[in-house]
Nanobody, 122 residues
């Protein structure tokens, strides 16, 4: 299994942008689909975006479609989440996850990072 480390979170004003990174180690990262999930305080973890192992396919949660973009660089064992036009409701801990199955459910992923906090001020 791969180990995942997220970075790039922080405090940003509504309407601003952030770029999250997920760096992998310890496995064949290019074989894994990757998803980003968000967990707001007191709420369940929800799907934000996902990308296939080779980067040929992407998927987005309804609330972020058109504002967020996921990409990956398998040569660097990295996946990125570009977040634009941020809203207060985008606040939460963002987790990177990898799995041999790729989908919008947390159950599709076997490996998880520790998360990075994103706070959007209104």
């Amino acid at each position: 299994q791969v180990q995942l480390v997220e970075s790039g979170g922080g405090l940003v004003q509504a309407g601003g942008s952030l770029r999250l990174s997920c760096l992998a180690s310890g496995g064949f990262f290019s074989l894994y689909g990757v998803g980003w999930f968000r967990q707001a305080p007191g709420k369940e973890r929800t799907f934000v975006a996902g990308i296939t192992a080779r980067g040929s396919g992407t998927s987005y949660g309804r609330s972020v479609n058109g504002r967020f973009a996921i990409s990956r660089d398998n040569a660097k064992d990295a996946v990125y989440l570009e977040m634009n036009s941020l809203k207060f409701e985008d606040t939460g801990i963002y987790f990177c996850a990898a799995g041999l199955r790729w989908g919008q459910s947390a159950n599709d992923y076997d490996c998880w990072g520790q998360g990075t906090q994103v706070t959007v001020s209104s």
